[in-house]
């Protein structure tokens, strides 16, 4: 077992190899909020670079330093750090989002929904009840390490569709609660709030059945078709070299499923909210609810 030791050999050879990860992260914060950067192209550079830090980290089995509680052991500081994945992703989307408008774009809020209580990963206006705007994001596929093999972009996706079709159908219900009529799907969920939007930054599967841009395209196309407002993705894989990771383009005809595209749009539907209604729109509250979340057990994404 190795030593979870800043200064052992083992992680200084990493290191030279990969970076150190704690200051491609601070390098990245960088970007965005000191450079004012307001695309994701213009990071994706150093945010491959972090990414593939992060996950050379994971097959070395070497928690990286200054990332993690330095109190945990080697393999929990290490597991809970990768675990971290998605939040470093939607801190960086927010912070891109708040240079787009100018408006406050707090990560990760407690928001209430019809049903439930939902942890969203973007909200605007960031408050418990009547947000306008909601943006969930994931990170999938991982490379191989240990026992485990390589975990593809698509696993488990089964699961985190319906997660993401009852997140937006359940806050939409928020405001009518029981007493919501809906006639025609499409025209309700177009035109209730909040406005509902995924984006989904994915590492493709290379080895045993290979990943494509295409599928992951078609699956977001179908939640927008279904439940959702828009999706956006951004997907890479290991360059040929074995160094590091590049990042797959969008065709020309998928553009409105780039991850700058849908960041533009939010943005745009922000800025248009924050002049038609004010700068934090009011809250809408329901005359009764059907339950009262708050004697429920939380769900286990919002401990």
Not at 68 to 87: F, H, I, P, Q, T
Not at 149 to 172: I, M, Q, Y
């Amino acid at each position: 077992m190795l030593a979870d030791n800043p200064h052992s050999q083992q992680l200084f050879d990493l290191e030279e190899r990969v970076g150190i990860a704690s200051e491609l992260w601070q390098e990245l914060l960088d970007e965005v909020q000191y450079a004012g950067a307001t695309s994701f192209v213009e990071i994706s550079d150093v945010w491959l670079r972090f990414i593939w830090a992060l996950d050379a980290h994971r097959v070395a089995s070497i928690p990286p330093r200054g990332l993690g509680k330095e109190a945990l052991d080697s393999s929990r500081r290490l597991a809970a750090v990768y675990r971290m994945k998605g939040n470093f992703f939607s801190t960086v989307l927010a912070l891109l989002l708040q240079n787009q408008t100018s408006q406050p774009i707090r990560p990760r809020t407690k928001i209430q929904g019809f049903s439930q209580t939902h942890q969203i990963d973007l909200a605007w206006p960031s408050r418990k009840h009547d947000p306008r705007i909601c943006v969930e994001s994931k990170v999938t596929g991982a490379p191989a390490y240990g026992s485990y093999g390589e975990r593809g972009a698509l696993s488990d996706w089964s699961n985190r569709r319906k997660e993401l079709k009852f997140s937006a159908t359940d806050l939409k219900l928020f405001r009518r609660q029981q007493a919501t009529s809906i006639r025609h799907w499409g025209q309700w969920r177009e035109g209730a709030p909040p406005k509902t939007y995924f984006v989904w930054g994915a590492r493709l599967r290379t080895t045993s059945r290979p990943e494509r841009l295409l599928s992951l395209h078609q699956e977001a196309q179908a939640l927008i078709a279904t439940y959702l407002d828009g999706a956006g993705v951004v997907a890479w894989r290991p360059r040929g070299d074995g160094n590091g990771y590049e990042r797959v383009p969008t065709p020309p005809n998928q553009l409105h499923l780039d991850i700058d595209d849908v960041l533009h749009r939010v943005a745009s539907e922000i800025q248009d909210l924050a002049e038609r209604e004010g700068e934090v729109p009011e809250v809408v509250m329901p005359s009764s609810t059907a339950i009262d979340v708050e004697r429920l057990a939380p769900d286990s994404g919002t401990d």
